[in-house]
């Protein structure tokens, strides 16, 4: 995609975006030079944040612009759309793998710190869905970059065979106000009261009705976890994955007042989602052979438990802190989970924004 500052006349113009392949199928907002100059807001527009994989298109500051404008994003969210491409680029989410798998996973934009209410992100009510502008370009932005930039076509070098909505927008921000426990980037060594956004790929949210006492609750949610199907749960040979688990304020109330913290909650996760070493070899078969995934770790070593004792449990990652939990949507009886890509990427990567 080369630098487009657009001229003429609107229909024919929008009508370009989709013959030329710009647009990822929705109209875009055009990017006029008048709209790129206010976006970039007298930043350099030839810095370089690297090069988009799987094509490998060089991303300037200018390219982020154009393509933040295009998505409908304010010249005010621009700091936070480079940090998510900075983080969407880090080697440890790897990008190029994500973009390219077979799986569904789409990267997951998170809003952390004092932007989500300046910038009038939605954490609460319908979260994952529409409404909200930030969330919507935001979320938009990375994907249009990842389109233009990275060439993630489907059929072509995005070879999701299934996919999801989230490759439209996927972004939310967290329920700060609504949480009793620090923010997730303050987990993760960043200030509370800083700018960050993370990113994580992961499948759309799986709905969960988590009623009850705490332990009532993680029954629920633990019976999503080991539920047959996932990456999470079809590699567990591998050597790791994340997966991600919402909660919502009210269900972290309860949490809290009966003295759970983040790290009670992954834990118990953690451990009542673990099956034996027997269970798992069980479900090898000549598919699972044929594609020499689980079989090939075994032989390697790359796994986190011990194989050759057939009671020994198997967790659903390789760490506790690998369950991520993130508080979000509205107060009522629904938490969710978001399987990630299993061993093979997509971990999630926190960045601070610079304003």
Known sequence: MSVVLIDGDYDELIDRF?????????????????????MLAGRDPRDVLGSVPPRGSVATRELLAVNAVMAGCRPEYFPLVEATVAAALDPAHNLNGVTCTTHMCVPLVIVHGPQRVRLGFNATDGVFGNG????????????????????????????????HPG????????DEEGSPWPPFHADRGFAASSDAVSVFACEAPHSIVAVGSPENMLRRIVDHLSARGSNNHEYRFGPGGQLLVTVNAEQAERFHENGWT????????????????????????????????RDGYLARGEVWS??????????????????????CGGRSYFASVLPGWGPFGGYVVTKGVQQ
Request: charged fraction near 25%.
């Open 18 to 38: 989709y013959d030329n392949g710009w647009t990822d199928g929705l109209p875009v907002v055009l990017p006029t030079q008048t709209r790129v100059a206010e």
């Open 132 to 163: 909200s502008r930030a969330n919507g370009a935001v979320g938009r932005a990375l994907r249009l970059v990842c389109w233009n930039l990275g060439g993630a076509r489907p059929g072509d070098q995005d070879k999701s065979t299934l996919s």
């Open 167 to 174: 490759e439209w927008t996927f972004c939310i921000a967290e």
């Open 262 to 293: 983040k790290r009670d909650i992954q834990h118990a996760l953690w451990e009542q989602s673990a099956r034996p070493v027997r269970e798992c070899l069980d479900e090898i078969d000549d598919y699972n052979s044929e594609i020499g995934a």
């Open 306 to 327: 011990d194989w050759s004792d057939p009671d020994a449990p198997v967790t659903i990652t390789p760490r506790a802190e690998d369950i991520l939990v993130i508080v």
